[in-house]
């Protein structure tokens, strides 16, 4: 078991909070019980997950995508009042990490899918214009794949299809990838040289920009490619402090 504020102290050091302006709070989002025993980790805190946290008992929700983002409307009601109000009755914290857990070169999400995939990191990129730190990463394959190879890496390692929008047709074997909706790296990652990048998501404009740039590109879920972040996360703090941690994981094909 461990007090609430220090878990929250821990965690603002340990994922460098303070060093990132986000599109949403880091941190705690929603107040629930001082102590804490039991995690729920997820990737989104959606209704089904709050339910399953509800359901489990848990002292806390811990989630990649949580609550309060930039411009969204700020009035309780309707969805955002179910999922509230479901956590205030249970009197359970939602915790919520989104940028920070994303550039974790331990923990985080791209750290996460590089070992999946058995990516060898060589650097970041990817730095924001507000000066937060760099997100992206790249290196390379220990043996260079087609496209259809990885594509198929992919899928096995990820358990969905990957969307692969061909720019060209060499080989694979350097790389740079962002987890989530980053196709907006998409630049940044060619201007680095590689042969491919790989995100959560797709944009309309993304097909035309790689085949001018002459890369390839995959968009292999924004779902899938951020699970990894935060059950790490869960298992460093389920070692660290012997708390009972759980993932769920409510799919998402997107």
């Keep these: 078991m461990i007090q609430r504020d220090e878990l929250l102290t821990y965690l603002a050091e340990l ?47 811990l989630v990649h995508h949580g609550y309060f983002w930039k411009g969204e409307d700020a009035c309780i009601v309707g969805m955002k009042r179910q999922r509230l109000g479901a956590l205030l009755a249970a009197d359970i914290n939602l915790l919520a990490y989104h940028l920070p857990l994303d550039a974790h070169l331990e923990l985080g999400n791209n750290t996460q899918l590089a070992k999946l995939l058995g990516l060898q990191l060589e650097g970041t990129f990817g730095n924001e214009s507000d000066g937060s730190p760099a997100i992206g990463q790249y290196g390379r394959l220990a043996q260079a794949l087609s496209a259809g190879a990885f594509g198929e890496l992919l899928a096995r390692k990820l358990g969905r299809k990957a969307l692969h929008i061909a720019g060209t047709t060499r080989d694979i074997h350097t790389l740079a990838w962002c987890t989530g909706a980053a196709q907006s790296y998409l630049e940044q990652a060619a201007a680095l040289g590689v042969d491919a990048f790989v995100t959560g998501e797709i944009s309309e404009q993304t097909v035309h920009v790689t085949r001018e740039l002459g890369l390839h590109f995959f968009s292999a879920g924004h779902h899938a490619t951020e699970r990894g972040g935060v059950q790490a996360l869960g298992t460093h703090l389920a070692t660290r402090f012997g708390l009972e941690v759980e993932f769920v994981d409510i799919n998402n094909p997107v």
């Design 15 to 61: 994922l460098n909070v303070q060093s990132f302006a986000d599109y949403a709070p880091n941190g705690l989002q929603v107040e629930g019980r001082t102590a804490i025993k039991k995690i729920i980790t997820g990737v989104t805190a959606c209704q089904a997950l709050v339910d399953a946290a509800v359901e489990r008992k848990a002292d806390a929700l």
